[in-house]
């Protein structure tokens, strides 16, 4: 009877480990809508992101005047330089040149003074600034910025702060920058903590889905977090099949021995 208790409790844990395997359909990205990973084929799609109070703006003025590319830029090559780095100058140069969005919505800028720009898109900045410019000065264009913004990775071992490394950035690329999550991170439930102008919202979608690119989830936005949870087979740590065969034979080998050991033994007559 014993016996035949201890070899159900073996084939138990033998299904609940093998149905506990990680296959690629808990993995794979770019995955079509079917088996449980959702479509999003009706989801909002991107929208430019909206200045908001804090912000910090690096404003570049172009003129063919030398004059009036030190009055904005400080000089008419250290901004041309910044730019042809990739805006990547140094801290201190760029700071020099770095506008923040007051509590009023509006930055003050040299010449034409308060601008109220919060609520708007870059592109609608940069021409609003360009309208705001050329009835006082003769300019060739603006070019405008938003620097010091990054977004955050919480859990799965991936925690940290990361720097927007342009204006877009979709979730792919934020995976290359973070580094990918790691095998037992639930891929179908990822969770965005995203600030809007109606409120701290909370966003959940499953990155496997190729649907993605569709949604409202595919391009981050500036001080998103990222939350990671882990997959209910990391309990295991069965990541594939032949280790999920290992475990079942290294359990079933040290039942058996305590089998041997505790009851066998027990069961043995004396001077056996």
């Keep these: 009877m014993r016996k035949s208790y201890i070899q159900l409790l073996f084939v138990l844990l033998s299904t609940l480990l093998l149905t506990s395997c990680i296959t690629t359909h808990h993995t794979n990205y770019l995955q079509e809508p079917k088996n449980f990973i959702p479509a999003y084929k009706d989801s909002i799609a991107y929208q ?4 908001k109070v804090d912000d910090r703006l690096y404003i570049q003025v172009y003129s063919a005047d030398e004059k009036t590319n030190t ?3 400080g000089s008419g090559n250290s901004g041309m330089q910044m730019i042809s780095g990739g805006g990547s100058g140094s801290n201190e140069s760029m700071d020099l040149y770095t506008y923040v969005v007051q509590p009023n919505g509006s930055i003050v800028f040299p ?9 708007k898109t870059l592109r609608e900045t940069k ?7 050329k009835p006082i000065l003769e300019i060739n264009s603006v070019d405008v910025r938003l620097v010091g913004k990054s977004f955050s990775v919480i ?3 991936k925690s940290g702060r ?13 995976l290359a920058i973070a580094g990918d999550f790691g095998t037992f991170t639930d ?3 990822i969770r965005i903590l995203r600030q809007t102008k109606d409120g701290t919202q909370i966003k959940t979608f499953d990155i496997r889905s190729v649907d993605i690119i569709n949604s409202e989830f595919y391009y981050l936005q500036p001080d998103d977090i990222i939350f990671l ?3 209910k087979e990391q309990f295991f740590g069965i990541s594939t099949f032949w280790t999920a065969v290992s475990t079942v034979i290294t359990t079933y080998s040290f039942g058996a021995g305590l089998y041997k050991i505790f009851f066998v033994k027990s069961t043995t007559p004396a001077g056996q």
């Design 111 to 119: 010449l034409v003074g308060e601008i109220n720009i919060v609520d």
């Design 127 to 133: 021409e609003f600034i360009e309208q705001s410019i």
């Design 187 to 189: 891929r179908s439930k």
């Design 71 to 73: 009055l904005f830029n």
């Design 229 to 231: 949870q882990p997959m």
């Design 155 to 157: 859990g799965s071992g």
């Design 162 to 174: 990361f720097s927007f490394p342009k204006e877009k950035v979709n979730i792919y690329q934020a």
């Design 48 to 51: 430019d992101y909206r200045l």
